[in-house]
């Protein structure tokens, strides 16, 4: 059982991750929309996305070291500010009319997100070993209420100012941003850059010949880059059909309900079945999305399924890969794995952003589709040759 400091933590880290993935939702639906109708070039409409993604790759090091340095409470604050300057960055992008300005407000906000994405990690550092697995899944279930806070907010408050749409989306972004900072006064959490390890740190070399880092970074890169690439062409795809802004905002709101919900019981999975074996779970729920997109264009019927199960794939890949991590390095090194860590994960992610917009706008919504099953097949494929070379280990040992 956990102590009531480590639930209290663990109840007021969800609910940040609640308020900064609302963020990040409210971002991703109106993201590709405003930036299709600024872009001077069509192709560059999912740019704003992919500039959030390759903010998040820039700032896990330095985030992961200023954490080590000051503390998790001073780096979450941070985190806020960046998210605030994004949010103005927005208004003025759509006040006059500048794909710039909205490529800037993206990086602001993928900035202040690889910050929160720590999160998991503060929760994990927070719990006792016997309770880690499912501090983290208890942490991400923050996100089911962004679920319907981000995509509702993108949407109601769009025409807030009826002369400039979406200048209200980005206003609604600054209040997301000032309760968040609210709700991180009130963490009290260990203060483990104080802390001084028994075990010494190892080399990165040492530490990254290690099969199971390997693959939990394999995991967690892939798994959330299919899951960026496919959900940031959704609202492009969704009005292409001739759909309406919220249809598409209500698909994005139940990926999202997809991504965290799995909370509930995901970390209960890791414990009774393991890291790899949810690893692989969510790999098989990333493939059957796929398949019920390439069937057709439904709203409820193709749609609404896939969006839906993309979100528990990744769910499913993201916090058994992090659970895997987590048990394959000592405290001593958890800055220096997890800062590579977090730039592998949204490096992978910012290419595969970057590229859902060129492909969608060249060969389609279906060729897009097919082409995401490779690096979810490779997933699998590396997770299983590890659980073989486990069990391989365990019988030598015997």
């Known amino acids: 059982m956990s102590s009531p400091e480590v639930r209290r933590n663990v109840i007021v880290l969800s609910l940040c991750v609640a308020l900064s993935a609302s963020a990040m939702s409210l971002l991703f639906t109106v993201a590709a929309v405003i930036g299709y109708s600024l872009a001077p070039d069509k192709s560059l409409s999912t740019l704003p996305v992919s500039a ?3 903010a998040m790759m820039l700032t896990t090091a330095p985030s992961a070291f200023m954490m080590k340095r000051f503390g998790r409470k001073v780096g979450f604050s941070v985190g806020c500010l960046i998210g605030m300057c994004g949010a103005f960055s927005g208004m003025g992008a759509v006040y006059w009319g500048n794909f710039w300005l909205i490529c800037a407000a993206g990086a602001c906000i993928g900035s202040a997100n690889a910050i929160a994405m720590q999160y998991r990690f503060a929760a994990a550092e927070a719990a006792p070993a016997e309770f880690r697995s499912r501090a983290i899944s208890l942490t991400m279930l923050g996100g089911v209420l962004a679920a319907f806070i981000g995509p509702n907010l993108a949407s109601h408050a769009r025409n807030w100012v009826d ?4 200048l209200g989306t980005f206003v609604a972004l600054f209040g997301l941003q000032l309760l968040l900072m609210l709700a991180i006064a009130q963490l009290r959490l260990p203060e483990t850059h104080k802390k001084i390890h028994d075990e010494p740190a190892r080399p990165l070399g040492e530490i990254f010949r290690m099969p199971g880092v390997l693959v939990a970074i394999v995991g967690a890169a892939l798994g959330y880059a299919v899951m960026s690439f496919v959900m940031t062409a959704t609202p492009l795809a969704i009005l292409d059909c001739n759909y309406v802004f919220g249809d598409a905002a209500f698909i994005i709101q139940w990926h999202v309900v997809g991504m965290y919900a799995p909370g509930f019981f995901t970390g209960n999975l890791i414990r009774r079945f393991g890291s790899l074996v949810i690893i692989q779970a969510g790999a098989v729920c990333t493939l059957v999305c796929l398949l019920f997109g390439l069937t057709g264009i439904d709203l409820m019927t193709h749609f609404w399924p896939a969006l839906v199960l993309l979100g528990i794939g990744w769910n499913f890949m993201f916090v058994g890969a992090t659970t895997l991590l987590t048990e394959n390095y000592r405290p001593s090194e958890q800055a220096r794995v997890q800062a ?13 952003s970057l590229s ?8 389609g919504w279906s060729v897009l589709l097919m082409s995401a099953a490779l690096p979810v097949g490779l997933v699998m494929l590396i997770v299983a040759i590890y659980a073989l070379y486990k069990r391989r280990l365990k019988a030598t040992a015997v």
Do not use: D, H, L
């Open 52 to 54: 959030t993604m390759i």
């Open 163 to 166: 002369t400039i749409p979406f």
């Open 340 to 352: 590579i860590n977090e730039f592998a994960v949204f490096g992978t992610v910012a290419v595969a």
């Open 356 to 363: 859902a917009g060129s492909i969608y706008a060249g060969a």
